[in-house]
């Protein structure tokens, strides 16, 4: 046995490294030699993940978290998406029993999703039925759990409420959540940037969140990456949450922010990389909205006309004329309305887009998808379109493509890295994607991930379709600033947005 316990370093990175975490961290508690080999072994970020489509909701999250928790890692942070009418309570319970109450984790409902199988390995793409009025049975209710969990040493992560007070007029409390944001950033970074590196927020299904997303923007550093889902059923457990009052306050969202920890020595930078792929084109006039009908709270029907027109829009007949103008056969069909916020803090009118689906019209009238179009509203119609929607995926590889490690070159009959001795290096990625892409609109499942996946082969990716994926456009080295009046939070129909984590060593 001491023979065993004198191996050399190299010997036992090799044997520790293919553990699982569990058996991992029982074998860094054995002696300070091993405990010193695990810290070697860890001493870079890392993401795993899982996918599991068994039908048995413990099932599926048993093989999602062995799959997961299959490789060496220290959990700071999990995300776990299950469909639509998933018991979401009782598998966020399951999975944090799993993970120690020490791992954030965050569990929200997804219309899908894309990862490797935890059986095929294969890169899976999983649509789960999102209509409300759908029957669903029990074969389809429990079809799947994907948990991706990080290790992301150099940052600290906290999840931080932003809250709505319940007594009339129910505000939400937009200054104070960047103030808590911002004195986290300070606690753990100190005063060289209020700022994270990276907020990934997740919105409550009753809220509409665009308003205050586009506040947030006009706020916070231009340099921080922000991404998330805007419209869902959400479930967190955290001290910060926990305590909350719910007789004087609702949550809105929460976000997960990630902060450089400047008050520890790092060896490693991490950096959050971000690409957004549109697909949607404007097509038709602008018009102008005269009244609107609000049918059971989900829909709305509106009356309009043309802009600068007196008379009252034909919608039926202009929808139809649309209809022949646009050559991408299925489409869907929106209408964006430009909206005005205005801070309680008394700042500056904030600018921004919000996208309704255009889902029938009866003679003079249309109705859309949502609430919250008023009379006098400007709007114009956008449909999607797959030459745009490509192009801009490919766009998004091009943008990421600099982060590819260099194939090895040979010298001396012999392969030698070609990347330089302190290159940022990819460990994992994000996706959140507009439930109307996918499989069902390009006719393959990997479009939306070929960013990622033609680039990375082989490094953790999961990504998850939602009603409404945001991303935030990051600043840009050729852009002093933003050329637009508009923010910068990409809140458009139809888009995916992609998050790569990369790091490079600091010492």
């Not at 998004?396 to 890295?417: I, K, T």
Request: proline share 6%; aromatic share 10%.
């Amino acid at each position: 046995m001491s023979n065993f316990y004198s191996l050399s370093d190299d010997i036992l990175i090799n044997i520790m490294s293919r553990l699982p975490a569990k058996p991992f961290a029982a074998a860094a508690c054995v002696n300070r030699l091993w405990n010193r080999v695990s810290d070697r072994i860890l001493s870079v970020p890392r993401l795993t993940s899982g996918l599991s489509l068994a039908e048995s909701p413990e099932i599926a999250v048993d093989e999602a978290l062995e799959m997961a928790l299959s490789k060496p890692i220290r959990p700071h942070f999990a995300i776990a998406f299950v469909g639509l009418h998933f018991p979401i309570e009782e598998l966020h319970n399951r999975i944090a029993s799993k993970l120690g109450a020490n791992t954030i984790l965050i569990t929200t409902a997804s219309l899908g999703t894309i990862d490797a199988d935890s059986i095929t390995n294969e890169l899976e793409e999983m649509k789960w039925e999102d209509d409300e009025d759908a029957v669903i049975t029990d074969d389809d209710m429990y079809l799947g759990v994907t948990l991706i969990i990080g290790f992301v040493p150099g940052l600290k992560i906290n999840v931080i409420p932003l809250l709505r007070t319940n007594t009339e007029p129910q505000v939400p409390m937009v200054d104070e959540f960047i103030s808590d944001v911002r004195d986290f950033t300070v606690l753990v970074a100190g005063n060289t940037n209020p700022d994270p590196v990276g907020i990934m927020m997740f919105g409550d299904h009753c809220r509409n969140l665009k308003p205050i997303l586009a506040e947030i923007d006009a706020k916070i550093s231009r340099e921080t990456v922000m991404i998330g889902d805007a419209h869902n059923y959400f479930v967190c457990t955290n001290a910060e949450v926990d305590n909350i009052d719910t007789s004087l306050y609702t949550v809105d969202a929460v976000a997960l922010v990630f902060a450089r920890d400047n008050l520890n020595n790092n060896e490693v930078e991490i950096k959050f990389h971000v690409g957004i792929s549109s697909g949607i084109i404007p097509i038709g006039p602008k018009i102008e909205i005269l009244d609107v009908l609000v049918h059971e709270g989900r829909t709305t029907w509106l009356f309009a006309r043309t802009q600068g027109e007196v008379w009252p829009l034909d919608a039926y007949n202009l929808i139809l004329s649309l209809h022949t103008l646009i050559t991408d056969k299925p489409y869907f069909l929106y209408i964006g309305v430009t909206k005005e916020t205005e801070p309680l803090d008394g700042g500056p009118a904030i600018k921004y887009t919000e996208f309704y689906e255009v889902i029938g019209t009866q003679q003079i009238m249309f109705s859309v998808a949502g609430t919250g179009i008023n009379p006098g509203d400007i709007c114009m119609f956008y449909h999607t379109d797959m030459d745009s929607a490509m192009g801009t995926s490919n766009d998004v590889y091009n943008r990421f493509h600099h982060l590819v490690e260099p194939p090895p070159r040979q010298a001396y009959g012999q392969l030698v890295s070609s990347s330089g001795t302190n290159r940022e290096k990819v460990f994992g990625g994000f996706m959140f994607a507009s439930s109307n892409r996918g499989d069902k609109y390009f006719g393959n499942s990997i479009t939306d991930c070929m960013p990622f996946y033609e680039n990375f082969p082989g490094v953790p990716f999961t990504g998850t379709f939602c009603f409404e994926p945001i991303g935030r456009s990051p600043v840009l080295e050729e852009e002093e600033e933003w050329q637009s009046d508009e923010n910068r939070f990409n809140m458009q129909a139809f888009n995916t947005v992609h998050l790569v984590m990369s790091y490079k060593k600091t010492a």
